[in-house]
């Protein structure tokens, strides 16, 4: 911790993950080691899309950001050697300058959105001002979805990932959840 960060009243609680990662898309197949702090106002389900959109983009430069707790800093952010951000990833429904603002600094920008209606309805209000925006892709994780991954959420956790022709595998604890990420927009 820096020591600019003021008073901490609520601590982050830590989360450990060890996450296998066979995506056949990308040609990415590591297990990755994490360390996610989640902010008191975070909800579990909120952090598990960001452990799911880790896994989507999964890279050893691939790091999870402050998130919640600092405003324009991106939920996950890769970098490349000279520190320039490569890709810049929002999970839930960011407010809309923050997008175009981080598309700006970035190479790439990915919002996964989640939460059925309320990201549908972001979507609508949104997508007119996004679609300018040419390095930012939306990709939509279906409500269900969200709901399930929260359930596997732990204080030490091992989840297998598979990627296959856009669909996706996560196994957890005996369980496994199959879907399909929706791309609202392509980058």
């Not at 590591?30 to 896994?55: C, G, K, N, Q, Y």
Request: aromatic share 6%; with cysteine.
């Amino acid at each position: 911790m820096g020591d600019n960060d003021g008073p901490m009243a609520l601590k982050s609680t830590i989360f450990k993950a060890e996450l296998q990662v066979s995506d056949l898309d990308r040609n990415h197949f590591a297990t990755h080691s994490l360390t996610i702090a989640r902010h008191p106002s975070e909800t579990d389900e909120r952090m598990m899309v960001r452990l799911l959109a880790f896994a989507l983009n999964a890279d050893d430069r691939l790091e999870f950001g402050r998130g919640l707790s600092s405003e324009d800093e991106p939920d996950l952010v890769k970098r490349d050697l000279t520190g320039a951000i490569e890709l810049w990833i929002e999970v839930g429904l960011p407010d809309e300058r923050e997008i175009r603002k981080a598309s700006g600094k970035s190479k790439e920008v990915k919002v996964y959105l989640y939460g059925g209606r309320g990201a549908a309805l972001w979507w609508s209000q949104n997508e007119a001002a996004l679609e300018r925006l040419r390095n930012v892709s939306v990709v939509e994780i279906p409500d269900h979805v969200a709901e399930q991954v929260e359930s596997l959420a732990q204080r030490t956790m091992r989840l297998d990932c598979t990627i296959q022709d856009g669909q996706v595998w996560l196994a957890a604890g005996g369980e496994t959840i199959h879907f399909e990420p929706a791309t609202l927009k392509s980058a």
